[in-house]
């Protein structure tokens, strides 16, 4: 507590020793006008003037500076004032899951705003609508490009795409008609403006916000499909807000006379040129870069470098082809995420995740903080209660009529129906946000004789959407879920039943095939796979991208490597180049799931207090429905599912194997398979592994394993290669089996030997399906 | 509808099966396509190795137990009959029924479901689930750390907890004995077995959950 208080007050106090600093510092000198070049402040201050040098007699020691740093000064301390307040933020974990960070935020900064307007008596730093959209709105967005589920968002595709054109058109239209015909109706009093730019505020305030969106929907955990609606939504709706921003923008300057048809049919064309030409760039800038990291092999501790400048050069483009920038960084990230991660180095992927997120959730701390600090500023503040009323509520009740009208229509076609719950929490979702301040703050202020009212508006609604709605987000979603019979202590055979039965019902999914057969989504695929991939991808990536390969990979580097210790100790193997060869390496084996890891852990587990309804809790396999797919802005999702999942996966292989064996040589638990010149002994020491199978069944035959293998071989490669030696049988009895052989460093044993890890399944099996 | 009718028309004592399951004509369709998708060589049956070749399902603790229930005892191949009948275990209740004891049980009633749940823990078939069976089902669902005294011990508490008659096993009696709703969770949620469509996704009901 005492600590909390101390942080605060230490907080608060260098800020305000510094703002007088500098704000001293300032007020001497000369005016230099503005400043040549945008910082993350928009100060109104004069710079403070240079000549101090001629008057003095002798050598200065030490002389200050203030003007020789103060741009890039300034910036640093608001990035280093904005990371200390998210950090107060953190400090109490209770408030932040009540209200959320982004509210508190704004909280913090309309503290600052009081202290620089105290100080000043005006405000010298306020968000600019430079500095928000080309400074750090793009980071913010690219991070969401980046990290998109995209299986998930292409196949709501359609249901995000419909909100997200149709839903903003139907709130841009009825929020400005409304006011309109509130104005024509004398609510507001006596107002200079217009039809024209009622819509055009109404444009630029229907927009989804996607930072605001992401704030708030952190605390409250929704099913995926609803989160990647409003998610997706709020980053394709800029595509609309350019246009009808732009338009609206140009009719008001035309004037309302020279509007007519053409204009209207221009402005509609634009819509899907700003749209798919956004698109379309982002799409390219995603393919150069997948080709760059094809080639970075040289430069890695460079590589993520080229990812941040060339998502950043992406926006830039389109803002410079006046198309939508929003859209372009996004597709951007979505295309390329894929390629680049397999293409890259693990480090490399690891760095632009991180550096990601730092970026992302930096540039979210400073839009909030800023969006609270530019409240505080009389002079844009204009109170019309009419308006500012009237359109909070017509963002909130028109938001509420659109989205349940748009879920009526796709309902209808929709297979999973959207629920109540889900339209209510969409509905009440629609948070509106910085970018919403940032287009209102760049009108023009000749045009539009009121724009200080509309940015009061915009500042209201924002605060009102973020705040009020973000603290009662999570009550409402709580309150609304249907509430479920009291609780009672499951039993321990209950416990066990419920994952039972949820396992089942995954299995039962897959088996009866949940994603139909969609005769586009095929043939993307396989266009995907033989073009793309050859193209954007390095080789090494390609083979090592299959699942199922690094699954036998690491299996396969055990075997082998105590194949090799056993074969050492007896040596009987030969070197051979001209047959099967298998290099092994030794360094960087660490396979995510120790086979035998249980043995190790004995001794741990001895002395701890048993007890069965805590050991079930924490291992029982969770199943794929607990596996969340949850994107987040300030969390780095962990391995933990992936390293369930692999460890499943091996366990089963290894039963497939064994039962495979058993069944094959007619004896239980076989270790020998007789080869054409070595033998290999598998140890299998894993805890009595389910002697159940189905694959138990197959009826062996009498053919054994010698002879019926064709070997291939992959030349060894120099250097770091990865590879698959693919060894197929003829059929054996109505089994086809198909043998991984991978091919990893070189090392400097030189040791040859063969490793036959049959696999079950078809041939379809390595395609990973 | 037409590609519906030339399917339909394909598979043999379709009739029957609908009867017998349930399903709507555009559901065995679609299983159809399913199964053709599943039986790569054309033969009309499924082998264990083409459930195999699902390597989601490798990624499931209990896996190859559902691939072992498709298959009758003694049977090696699944033809598309009994695909049908046991994903219909799956179908959601029909809430509608009236409960005549005359008729035999639908293959998706409440009993049904845990009856098929039971058999994947009563492998021998004898109508209990023993201690090692119990092992066996523990055992694959709980991570490799657990050690063997660990899982005998939850083994034993758990039949403790369930047994009723002491007889150190379970029986279908006492497995049944949860709650309705319980049952009900072996339900195919949303869409699997509905026609194709342009969506497939599943949606959980909107839940807060815990951080």
């Not at chain 1, 609309?240 to 309302?256: E, W």
């Not at chain 1, 019309?384 to 748009?406: E, P, W």
Request: aromatic residues 10%.
């Amino acid at each position: 507590m005492a600590c909390r208080t101390c942080l605060w007050l230490l907080g608060t106090t260098f800020f305000t020793c510094t703002v007088r600093l500098v704000v001293e510092g300032t007020e001497v000198g000369a005016t230099q006008g503005s400043h040549p070049e945008p910082g993350v402040v928009g100060s109104n201050h004069s710079q403070a003037g240079g000549g101090h040098g001629s008057s003095i007699s002798g050598i200065q020691i030490v002389t200050f500076k203030w003007h020789h740093v103060e741009a890039p000064y300034l910036i640093a301390l608001w990035i280093l004032v904005a990371g200390v307040s998210k950090m107060v933020v953190e400090l109490n974990h209770n408030l932040t899951s009540v209200i959320p960070e982004s509210a508190l935020l704004i909280i913090i900064g309309w503290i600052l705003g009081g202290i620089i307007y105290g100080a000043d008596k005006m405000q010298t730093f306020t968000l600019t609508p430079t500095v928000f959209f080309f400074y750090l709105l793009p980071q913010v967005i690219l991070d969401a490009g980046y990290f998109m589920p995209n299986k998930l968002f292409f196949s709501n595709m359609g249901a995000i795409l419909v909100y997200a054109v149709i839903g903003t058109c139907w709130n841009a239209a009825t929020v400005g008609l409304g006011l309109w015909g509130c104005w024509l109706g004398g609510a507001m009093g006596d107002i200079d403006i217009g039809l024209l730019q009622f819509l055009l505020f109404g444009s630029l305030i229907a927009a989804v916000d996607p930072v605001a969106v992401i704030a708030v929907f952190e605390e409250v955990h929704v099913n995926e499909v609803l989160f990647i609606m409003v998610f997706g939504e709020s980053l394709l709706n800029d595509g609309v807000t350019v246009v009808l921003f732009n338009v609206f923008d140009a009719f008001v300057s035309l004037g309302g006379a020279e509007i007519d048809a053409v204009e209207i049919i221009k402005g509609i064309i634009s819509f899907f040129v700003v749209a798919f030409g956004g698109s379309l760039v982002g799409i390219i800038f995603a393919l150069l870069i997948s080709l760059l990291t094809r080639c970075t092999k040289n430069i890695q501790i460079i590589e993520p470098g080229f990812i941040f400048i060339l998502g950043y050069l992406s926006y830039l483009t389109a803002e410079m082809l006046s198309l939508s920038a929003i859209l372009s960084i996004v597709f951007c990230g979505i295309c390329c995420q894929k390629y680049i991660n397999a293409n890259m180095d693990e480090r490399s992927v690891t760095t632009v995740r991180y550096v990601m997120k730092v970026l992302a959730n930096g540039s979210e701390t400073i839009i909030f903080v800023f969006l609270g600090i530019s409240a505080i500023d009389p002079a844009v503040w204009v109170w019309n209660t009419g308006f500012i009323l009237l359109t909070l509520l017509f963002i909130f009740v028109f938001r509420f009529i659109g989205v349940f009208l748009l879920t009526w229509i796709l309902n209808k076609y929709r297979l999973v129906p959207l629920e109540f719950i889900d339209q209510v929490v969409m509905s009440y979702g629609g948070l509106r946000g910085a970018v919403a301040y940032g287009l209102v703050a760049m009108l023009d202020e000749n045009k539009f004789k009121e724009k200080n009212l509309m940015v009061s508006t915009t500042l209201i609604v924002v605060y009102f959407t973020v705040m009020l709605q973000g603290i009662t987000m999570k009550p409402l979603v709580t309150w609304l879920k249907v509430k479920r019979a009291a609780v009672t202590e499951l039993t321990l055979a209950e416990k066990i039943q419920n994952r039972t039965f949820d396992h089942m019902l995954v299995a039962i999914e897959d088996i009866s095939g949940q994603i139909g057969h969609n005769y586009m989504r095929d043939k993307w695929h396989n266009f995907e796979e033989r073009w793309l991939c050859w193209f954007l991808m390095k080789p090494s990536a390609r083979k090592s991208r299959d699942y199922i390969f690094n699954i036998f990979h690491q299996l396969n580097l055990k075997d082998a490597m105590s194949y090799v210790k056993e074969v050492r100790a007896t040596h009987k193997v030969r070197e051979s180049h001209d047959n099967l060869i298998l290099y092994l390496q030794t360094q960087d084996i660490v396979p995510s799931v120790c086979l035998d890891m249980h043995e190790q852990d004995l001794t741990m587990r001895e002395s701890e207090d048993f007890n069965a309804h805590h050991l079930l809790q924490q291992h029982l396999y969770r199943g794929r429905k607990q596996h969340r797919h949850r994107y987040s802005r300030s969390h780095l999702e962990t391995n933990r599912d992936e390293n369930e999942v692999q460890e499943i996966f091996q366990r089963t292989m290894r039963s497939r194997l064994e039962s495979f064996k058993s069944a094959k040589m007619g004896v239980a638990p076989a270790k020998k398979i007789q080869t054409k010149h070595q033998k290999k002994d598998k140890p299998q020491k894993v805890r009595g592994e389910g002697t159940f199978s189905p694959f138990l069944h197959v009826r062996p035959h009498s053919h054994p394993l010698i002879g019926n293998v064709m070997c291939m071989l992959i030349k060894p490669f120099r250097g770091r290669f990865s590879s698959a030696l693919f060894i197929q049988s003829s059929k054996c009895g109505g089994v086809k089996m198909e043998c991984h052989l991978v091919n990893i460093q070189k090392q400097k044993s030189r040791l040859g030997l063969l490793l036959l890890i049959p696999a079950f399944g078809t041939s379809t099996f390595k395609k990973g399906k | 509808m037409g590609s519906t009718n030339s399917t339909l028309s394909k598979i043999p004592n379709v009739e029957e099966l609908m009867q017998e399951t349930g399903f709507t004509p555009a559901h065995i369709v679609r299983l159809y396509d399913r199964f053709e998708a599943l039986d790569k060589e054309k033969t009309g049956h499924l082998r264990p190795q083409d459930f195999g070749a699902i390597n989601r399902l490798a990624m499931n603790p209990i896996g190859d137990r559902i691939i072992g229930a498709f298959f009758s005892p003694g049977q090696e191949t699944v033809d598309f009959h009994s695909f049908v009948r046991t994903l219909a275990h799956f179908r959601p209740v029909d809430k509608k029924r009236p409960k005549d004891p005359s008729m035999p049980e639908p293959v998706n009633s409440r009993t049904s479901k845990l009856k098929f749940a039971f058999q994947l823990y009563d492998q021998d078939k004898d109508g209990k689930i023993s201690r090692a069976e119990l092992l066996q089902v523990l055992r694959s669902m709980l991570e490799m750390q657990v050690t063997e005294e660990q899982l005998e011990s939850i083994a034993d508490r758990t039949i403790q907890e369930a047994d009723l008659d002491k007889d150190d096993a379970i029986s279908f009696e006492e497995f049944r004995k949860v709650p309705p709703a319980r049952a009900l969770r072996l339900t195919y949620q949303h869409g699997a077995f509905a026609a194709q469509g342009t969506q497939n996704t599943k949606t959980c009901k909107v839940h807060a959950h815990r951080k």
